[in-house]
Structures are given as structure tokens and as C-alpha cells.
């Protein structure tokens, strides 16, 4: 598949920082030392519905993890997938009457637009399920003779069992393991697995359902977990820098893909860090596209917001917070582009050096960016009571902006 168009990344003169984030695995923060080329997978959307302000907020956690490494002069290998065909975007085009490959295309492509509106960085792969299916079914083969997956009525699950890994990523007990796989598109119920957990690495054809050759599987689709396994393996490798998601992905979707690769690899972990970001709610409850409790990025900006607002909406709260969107959340991130670009549209002002450093110091901290958006606010609010005749201070500050935190001013 294409991605979206890249926006440009201004380069700043100084150093860079190393990144401090928070990796969900071992439950504390770790300074990530990348090679020359960082290596990230971002879990992309499931396309029946339009880009909320959950996922965009999660986007905007994965965008400043790269904006943070480009500062530090490497190169950036980011990939994210589409989740093409499963059960939800089956589900939705039967119930509105319409064709499912449609209705993927028409959703991937208004997440292109907002994306390339949000100024988010594109992946350098960005690959559906359907076109990552010749490379699921050869894993799967290998999981079946290795012993770790198993056949019931045509079906090819996982067995968690074959894992001694397994609860690394999440350290949840296995009544909480349970309920989650059942809320999360998993059957512990199905009568005749060897454990309640295990997840389906292949589901054999259903009536009325689309389905592919799937080599000694015989026909039918990939499960979840695999795809992003066998996509982060084939473009990125084992031990990539970072896994990322919302923190709904933790268990058991980035669980199940560790334990896919161990079984696959002999290998722990998959990713270095694995960094979940909080969950955006509306009127009290998480924002997700099967309760209908949405704020979609398409239609504010139909409604003429700035996109550079709304990711000003998004950087005022911490990616590892969970938080409301509201009314005046989007006030004040308007009122706030409006006191920032006053401030860079004079020819001079207050040096903006320190400033630079400030959001070096700011993001790297576990991409604190409420604290890089005080450290604007600071810098604007001088400019605007004080001024200054530091002549290049405002290209320095808004070119800091624009680097480290993707808005345009
Ligand atoms: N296709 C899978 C990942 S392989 C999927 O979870 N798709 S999704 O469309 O449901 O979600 C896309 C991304 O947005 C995921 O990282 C998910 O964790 C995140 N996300 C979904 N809802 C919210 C929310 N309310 N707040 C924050 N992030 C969210
Ligand atoms: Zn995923």
C-alpha cells in the first residue's frame, strides 16, 4: 500500500538527546540506543470507521518518538500495517450493506489525509493484511511443525504454551489475561482448545466470507496477531527498537505477537520497548469505533479547526495519560496557536537557544510534551510582555516547533 506524503523535518543546530521512554515489559523507563537507523512498528487501524482523536493521539506518540531520533541525526525505519480483513470491518460492511475491500479503501484513505493533515511522519512500509498474507502463511506452517500451533476444525490456533515468555509483555494473571482476550476479538470459550488463551493464527474459509490460499492451511484468513508479527519481522527484524500502540493493544495483541516470534525465533523480546499510549475517552467512556462514542479528526477539520490545533489539542496531554476530550481542550489548543504564532511573526525577539534545548530535554524525558508546550508558552509570553532583538530568535523557535513537535506555525 502508499502511505501519505511527508512533511518536511527542519534540522536544528546542536545535539539531539537520547530517548527516555517508558517500555510496558519491564514496567520502567529505558534509554533506547538505536544504530544509525532506528527501527520502529507502529500497530496501524483496523479501517471501518473514520480516524478519532484516540487514534490520532496515539499517532502523535509514535511521530514524536522519530522526531526525537531525526534530532539525534539517525535515519528512521518505520512501519506500520493496515488490519484489512477481520472481524469487526466484516462485521460493519454487512451491517451498512456494502463491499468490505470499499469500505477499507475509502476509511485507509481519509487516515492518509488526516495523517498528511496532522503532519504525522509517514512509515516507509505501510502494508495491509491481505497483501501480507503469502508472507503470514509460511510462519504459520513453521508454528505448526515446530509444535507450538495445532489444528481444531480447520482452524490453526497458537499455543501459548509453547512460549516460556509468555505474560513478559503484559504480567497479567490469567483471569485478567481471559477477560481481555474475550473483549479483544479472542474465544477463550470455544470448546476444545488446549488453553482458553490461545490465540487463532488462521481461521479456515467461512460461508459468505472472503478467504485466500493458504498453502498446506488450506483457504481462509490470517489472524491478528500474526500479521504484525510477520510484518515487523520481514521489514524489520528481530529486536526493533520499538513496538507502539495504545495501551488496549498490551494485552493480548502485543503479548501474542511477542510470544509468535519467540516461538518463531527462539528470540525475547521482539521489540525493545514496547510503549503504550493512554486511551482518550468521550463523556466518560474510552473513545472506540464499536461503542460509536466518536470525535473524528476528518470533521473537525471539515468544520475549519486547524489541523496544527488539534495536534496542539493532542501534545497538551501526556501520551501515557488517559484523558477526555472536551470542548475546551480544542479552545485552548486554538488560543494557544494563536498566542504561538503571534509570537514567531515578529522579526525579533527573545533568544530562543535555551528553548531548543528545553524541548530536547522536554521529549526525551518519556516524551513529556505538556512539558515542551510550557516551555513555549514561556518563550511566547516573554516575546509578547518583553520582546527582544535576538533577530533570528522566532525562525529558531518556530523551527524548533516544527521539528520536534510537528506544528507548523
Ligand atoms: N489494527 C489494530 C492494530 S494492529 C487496531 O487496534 N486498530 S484500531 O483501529 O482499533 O486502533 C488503531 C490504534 O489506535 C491502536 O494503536 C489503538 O490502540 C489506538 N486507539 C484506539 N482507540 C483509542 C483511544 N480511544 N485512545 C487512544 N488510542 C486508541
Ligand atoms: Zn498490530
Known amino acids: 500500500m502508499h502511505a501519505w506524503p511527508a512533511s518536511e523535518v527542519p534540522a536544528l543546530t546542536g545535539q539531539g538527546r537520547d530517548l527516555r521512554i517508558h517500555d510496558t515489559a519491564t514496567g520502567g ?3 533506547l540506543a538505536p544504530g544509525p537507523v532506528a527501527r520502529i512498528y507502529v500497530c496501524g487501524i483496523t479501517p471501518y470507521d473514520a480516524t478519532h482523536m484516540g487514534h490520532a493521539a496515539t499517532y ?3 511521530d514524536l518518538v522519530q522526531r526525537v531520533w531525526l534530532d539525534t541525526k539517525r535515519q528512521v525505519h518505520y512501519v506500520q500495517n493496515v488490519t484489512d480483513v477481520d472481524d469487526p470491518l466484516l462485521e460493519r460492511a454487512v451491517r451498512d450493506g456494502i463491499d468490505w475491500v470499499g469500505l477499507a479503501e475509502k476509511e485507509t484513505a481519509l487516515f492518509r489525509e488526516d495523517m498528511t493533515a496532522l503532519r504525522m511522519l509517514p512509515p516507509k512500509q505501510y502494508i495491509g493484511a491481505v497483501e501480507a498474507i503469502p508472507g503470514i502463511v509460511p510462519l504459520v506452517e513453521r508454528l505448526r511443525d515446530a509444535g507450538a500451533a495445532y489444528e481444531l476444525e480447520g482452524d490453526v490456533y497458537f499455543s501459548v504454551e509453547a512460549d516460556p515468555n509468555f505474560g513478559k509483555v503484559s504480567h497479567l494473571d490469567a483471569s485478567a489475561m481471559r477477560l481481555l482476550s474475550a473483549e479483544r476479538g479472542g474465544d477463550p470459550d470455544r470448546p476444545g482448545k488446549k488453553n482458553p488463551l490461545d490465540p487463532m493464527l488462521w481461521m479456515a474459509a467461512r460461508e459468505g466470507e472472503p478467504s485466500w490460499d493458504g498453502g498446506s492451511l488450506g483457504r481462509g484468513r490470517p489472524g491478528w496477531h500474526i500479521e504484525c508479527v510477520a510484518i515487523a519481522l520481514e521489514y524489520l527484524g528481530m529486536g526493533f527498537d520499538v513496538q507502539g500502540g495504545g495501551s488496549d493493544l498490551v494485552f493480548p495483541h502485543h503479548e501474542m505477537g511477542a510470544s509468535h516470534a519467540q516461538a518463531l525465533t527462539g528470540e525475547f523480546p521482539m521489540a525493545k520497548a514496547y510503549v503504550h499510549a493512554g486511551m482518550v475517552a468521550l463523556d466518560g467512556e474510552k473513545m472506540s469505533k464499536s461503542k460509536g462514542n ?16 488539534i495536534r496542539l489539542a493532542l501534545l497538551a496531554h501526556h501520551y501515557r495519560d488517559n484523558w477526555e476530550w472536551t470542548d475546551q481542550v480544542l479552545a485552548d489548543a486554538v488560543a494557544r496557536l494563536g498566542r504561538w504564532r503571534a509570537a514567531v511573526s515578529r ?3 527573545p533568544s530562543a537557544d535555551a528553548l531548543v534545548e528545553e524541548l530536547r530535554e522536554a521529549l526525551a524525558n518519556d516524551l513529556d510534551a505538556p512539558a515542551a508546550l510550557a516551555a513555549v508558552d514561556r518563550w511566547a509570553a516573554l516575546q509578547t510582555e518583553q520582546g527582544g532583538t535576538d533577530e533570528g530568535a522566532p525562525g529558531v523557535a518556530s523551527r524548533a516547533v516544527d521539528a520536534l513537535l510537528g506544528v507548523a506555525l
Open 29 to 31: 523507563l529505558v534509554t
Open 60 to 62: 502523535n506518540a509514535f
Open 294 to 309: 466518536l470525535v473524528f479528526v476528518s470533521a473537525l477539520r471539515r468544520d475549519g479547526v486547524d489541523p496544527a490545533a
Open 347 to 349: 522579526p525579533d525577539g
